[in-house]
C-alpha cells in the first residue's frame, strides 16, 4: 500500500488524512510543526466560523448546504455546529454579488425572510437583546446556517484520523521536500533531521507555504517596477498600502478611529495582547489586499503591529 506523507494538521490536512483512510489507505502520516494540535495559530483553528449558503457562485451554496447537513449529525459532531441563522445585510455595498447570492439560496430552497427596515432587523433577534439601529440597511435572515465551534470540529476529526489507524505528529515542522532523481517528490525532511518517505506527499500547510517551501511559492512581485506603483488610500474602507521594496515588503494598514481597550488585564508592560488588540486590523486589512493591487493578493503576515498615540498609552 502506498506511503503518504501529509504536512499540515489543519482541516484540509486533516480532512485528506480521514477521506483517504475511508478509502482504504492505511500508510498515512501527518506532520504538522505545532506542539499543540489543533495549532492556535493555525486557520483553521478558532471558537467559531461562519456557516452560510449566502453565496454569489451556486457551487459554493450547495458545498455548503451539503456541509450543514453532515455538521447536524450529533453523533459525528457533537454540538460544533450551531444553527442560530445567518442575518445577511448590506445589498446596496455589494449588489451584484448580495443579490446573487439570494438568488441562489432561493433556487436551493433556503428558508430566507427579508428585512427591510429597522425593525424588521431587529424582530429577528430575542426582544430582550440589545441591537445596534441598523438604520438605513435592509437584507434578509437565512434561518439554515449559524456557526461553528472551528477548533472542536478539528479536535474531533483529528481523533477519527487515529481511531482510523492514521498517524499525527505534532512538533515536526517540515524543513524540505525531499525528491528523487527525476525530481520527483519521494518524502519530507524535518527540522530535527528526522526524514519520511513517501510515495506521495501532500502539501495541507495553507498560508504557511511561501515560507515553509519557498521553491513552491509564486512570485507576486517579479517584474513590478516599485517606482511607478502608488500608495493606495480608501477612504471608504480605511485600507491603505505602500508598494512593494526591492525586497518584496508590502506594508499596508487601516486608518481607523481606534482601538477602545476596556480590560485592564490585558495589558503587560505597557504592551497590549496581540492576540486581543490586532485581530480585528489584521482581518480588515487582508480584505482589501485582493481589491487593492491585483494580482498581488497577501499570501502571508510576516508582522502584525498596533500602533498608539504616545498620550493614550499613557491613559491606560
Request: aromatic share 8%.
Amino acid at each position: 500500500m502506498a506511503k503518504i506523507v501529509i504536512v499540515g494538521a489543519g482541516c484540509f490536512g486533516v480532512s485528506t488524512a480521514y477521506h483517504l483512510l475511508k478509502r482504504g489507505f492505511t500508510e498515512v502520516t501527518i506532520l504538522d510543526r505545532s506542539a499543540v494540535l489543533p495549532a492556535p495559530d493555525a486557520a483553521s483553528n478558532d471558537m467559531n466560523r461562519v456557516v452560510r449558503s449566502s453565496y454569489s457562485d451556486i457551487f459554493y451554496t450547495k458545498l455548503a448546504r451539503e456541509a450543514m447537513i453532515a455538521w447536524k449529525n450529533r453523533s459525528e459532531w457533537r454540538d460544533t455546529y450551531r444553527e442560530s441563522g445567518v442575518l445577511v445585510l448590506g445589498f446596496s455595498e455589494n449588489e451584484a454579488y448580495a443579490n446573487q447570492a439570494y438568488q441562489n439560496d432561493l433556487v436551493l430552497g433556503a428558508t430566507l425572510t427579508q428585512v427591510a427596515d429597522t425593525e424588521a432587523i431587529r424582530s429577528t433577534f430575542p426582544s430582550k437583546v440589545p441591537t445596534a439601529t441598523f438604520d438605513n440597511i435592509s437584507g434578509y435572515l437565512n434561518k439554515e446556517g449559524g456557526w461553528a465551534d472551528a477548533g472542536q470540529g478539528v479536535t474531533i476529526l483529528i481523533d477519527k484520523v487515529i481511531s482510523l489507524g492514521g498517524k499525527i505528529l505534532p512538533g515536526k515542522p517540515v524543513k524540505r521536500i525531499t525528491r528523487s532523481n527525476d525530481g520527483k517528490a519521494n518524502g519530507v525532511e524535518c527540522e530535527d533531521g528526522t526524514s519520511y518517505e513517501a510515495d506521495t506527499v501532500i502539501i495541507a500547510t495553507g498560508s504557511w507555504t511561501p515560507s515553509t517551501f519557498p521553491d513552491l511559492a509564486a512570485d507576486y512581485t517579479s517584474g513590478l517596477s516599485t517606482g511607478n506603483i502608488p500608495v493606495i488610500i480608501n477612504f471608504q474602507t480605511g485600507f491603505y498600502i505602500f508598494p512593494p521594496t526591492n525586497k518584496g515588503i508590502v506594508k499596508m494598514g487601516m486608518h481607523l478611529a481606534g482601538y477602545t481597550h476596556l480590560h485592564k488585564a490585558d495589558i503587560v508592560d505597557g504592551t497590549i495582547d496581540p492576540d486581543v488588540a490586532i485581530k480585528f486590523s489584521v482581518e480588515r486589512s487582508y480584505v482589501g489586499t485582493d481589491g487593492s493591487r491585483p494580482g498581488m493578493a497577501v499570501t502571508e503576515l510576516d508582522l502584525a503591529q498596533l500602533c498608539m498615540p504616545e498620550d493614550l498609552q499613557k491613559t491606560i
